[in-house]
Each structure stands twice: as structure tokens, then as C-alpha cells.
């Protein structure tokens, strides 16, 4: 097994398990096991967040769950279900707001196996969503009866920061282009000041093409022209609804991974919801969970198990043999996850199909 060399003996790593509600446990199994096979050596610390939890605790995520992330300082987590209008505060909001993890990233591609209506077309886009303000930050007021107040906040550190984290990200891995999203032409002083720490940034890095949209603009330009697109970088909101639109492009968000970044931490998820309609019937796909759990291991540092874990995923997608319903198969979960294994286990040609 790929151990780390700490204090003269072998530990494996630690991270925070959190399977979350719905097919969430199902998908979360199902990861583990596949990542286990890769050879890299985890030790799951499994702590349990979900509506029950919730319930139990008036919507607040619970110490234990945090102190888990605080001493792991890695999670991988299922989907929670918040509540819609139930006045508690999403489980995803309080975990990126407690351990300031400011950066959500979404990296979306292409699947071979997949039919979209882009099939002459290859996606390939990031996108950076500054996680931590905006309309998010959660601050509402009833000012009279049936009238509310939300304030939009923007700062000028949140801003460089992510804005510095998008570039530095495109320069590492050779990313292009950077849009930088917004709609300063109506909030002129709060997107205004992101799009001043854009610019201020973008100089710093004159080899990456810097361009700007207004994001209802974007929202179109993405349907009609999306292999134009390279990097996008977003304030939390347009962040969140134009990350969305970009894994509709590619099959939806059961396909896409999800990652949230901060200086001391990181937590791993699958975006899509915990389908309880299939909860319990051993159809989930567990393939957004597992590639955000191979952005996690490139994280720890495991870059060829990473790039393994992904090339077994696609694989199966290209040989389309055993693909769950929501994409068009009749696998079960299990059968997926065994499939994927079972690519791990073998030599890794240099293309899916050789």
C-alpha cells in the first residue's frame, strides 16, 4: 500500500467521512471502496450529518462534525438536505463559513458514454466561486411586515483572494483564459469592487487572457458557445447558479465533483441532491462523489492514484457496459463501483478502448 512516511513509521491518511442523507450513504460507500483500491492507505473517520442530525440539533451542524474536519483537516462529504424556507441556514453555507473555506471549485468536462446535446462539442471548463459573502453571508432583516432586506456583501479581501487562487490555479495547469463574471453595469459599487481585484490580479499573470461578463450574457454565451470558455471566475451567487448551468452541459450534476478550499482545510462533495425517491434501491451513481474524491487525492498529494481513479471512471463511461439508469444504463451501484475497481486493478493503457 502508498503510505505516508511520518515519524519514522507509516501512518495512513485521515479524512472525515460524512455520508450525508438520501442515496448519500450508498454514494459514499461506494467511494470509499474505490478509492481504498487504489492502493492509497485512509483512515475514514466517519461522522454522521443529516436531516435527523439536523433536527436534532435546530439546524446547526453539530461540534463533533467540525472538530472531526478540525483534526482531520480533509473531508469528504455526501449530500445533506437543508430544510427549503424552514428558516435554517444550508449545511453547505455553515461548513464553508466556520472552516472559511473560500474557494469552491468545479472543474467540468466532457464524458465519453454520455449523450448530450453537445455531442460535437468538447466541454472543458473551471470554475472559481468565492464562497465565504455575497448575498450568502446570510444577513436578512424583515423591515416591516411582508418587506425584507438582504444584503449583499463584497469585500476587497474575499475578492483578491479567490481572485489570486483562480490565476495561480490557471498558471499551474496551464489554463488559457480567465472570464471574470458579474453584474457590475446594475451594482456598480459591490461587483464593481470584484471586478477592480479581477483586474488588479489579472496583471500579475499577463500570460493568462483576462475577459469579463456580464453574467446573464455568460448564462447564454455558455449555452450557445461553451467550448469558448476556459476558467471562470464568480462571486458566490452567479457562482453558484452558473455552475449548474455549466454540468447541465455535460449530463448534470450526478456526473460533476465539487471541492471547497481554505488555508488549513478542505472538504470534497458530490453537489447533487440525496434523491430519496431512489434512496435504499442500489441505483445511485456514485460518480460525482468519486471524482471529487479524486480531486482529494490530488490534494493529499496522490496524483497518479488520482489520475487512475479518473481514467477507471471514464473508462467505464466510454465502454458504457455499466452505467447506472440516470445516465442511461441499467447497472447498479454496486455494479458500477466494481467496474470501476476492476479497472484499477489492471495496467492503464494510454486511451480508454486500446
Known sequence: MNLRWAYHEYVPYQVTLIPGDGIGPEVADATARAVDSTGVAIDWERVELNGEVLRASGGEI????????????????????????????????????????????????????????????????????????????????????????????????????????????????????????HKANIMKLGDGLFLRCCRETARDYPEIEYKEMIVDNAAMQLVMRPETFDTLLMPNLYGDIVSDLVAGLVGGLGIVPGANFGERHAVFEAVHGSAPDIAGKGIANPTALMQSAALMLTYLGETEAARRLQFAIEWVYAEGRHLTPDVGGSASTAEFTDAVIGRLTTTVPS????
Not at 446570510?138 to 490565476?167: C, P, Q
Not at 486511451?351 to 486500446?354: A, L, N, V
Open 62 to 181: 453539530p461540534q463533533y462534525v467540525l472538530d472531526s474536519i478540525e483534526r482531520t483537516r480533509v473531508g469528504l462529504k455526501g449530500p445533506v438536505t437543508t430544510p427549503i424556507a424552514g428558516g435554517h441556514q444550508s449545511v453547505n453555507v455553515q461548513l464553508r463559513k466556520r472552516l472559511e473555506l473560500f474557494a469552491n471549485f468545479r472543474p467540468v468536462r466532457s464524458f465519453a458514454g454520455i449523450k448530450t446535446r453537445y455531442r460535437d462539442v468538447h466541454i472543458d471548463i473551471v470554475m472559481f466561486r468565492e464562497n465565504t459573502e455575497d448575498l450568502y453571508a446570510g444577513l436578512e432583516h424583515e423591515v416591516v411586515k411582508d418587506v425584507v432586506t438582504s444584503l449583499k456583501v463584497i469585500t476587497r479581501v474575499a475578492s483578491l483572494r479567490i481572485a489570486r487562487y483562480a490565476f495561480e490555479y490557471a498558471r499551474r495547469e496551464g489554463r488559457r483564459k480567465i472570464h471574470a463574471i
Open 351 to 354: 486511451q480508454p478502448g486500446t
